[in-house]
């Protein structure tokens, strides 16, 4: 539920955006594609948003790392301490 309001909203901003199912299709969108920004879902099936966080930093130039943002139910601070460490530019 939560991607298609993501998605709607996306496209209400004239935003195109690209919707995965889990953490190993993220990690080959993000390597085969430029994005300016990545929403990451912490608790991706397959491989988890901070795994993917971790793996997309470890991986793309600099040039060519989009700014991510940590999306998630939870939000206490240890969550956002994870998501930062993990090489998240944001989390709400």
Request: charged share 25%; with cysteine; hydrophobic share 40%.
């Amino acid at each position: 539920m939560n991607q298609k309001v993501i998605l709607g909203l996306s496209r209400r901003l004239g935003v195109n955006a690209d919707l995965v199912t889990d953490g190993l299709q993220a990690v080959a969108a993000v390597l085969e594609h430029d994005y300016d920004l990545v929403l990451m879902d912490v608790q991706m099936p397959e491989v988890d948003g901070l795994a993917v966080t971790r793996e997309i930093r470890s991986r793309l130039p600099a040039a060519r790392q989009p700014v991510s943002c940590g999306v998630s139910a939870h939000a206490t601070t240890e969550d956002r301490d994870n998501c930062l460490r993990a090489g998240m530019d944001s989390y709400p």
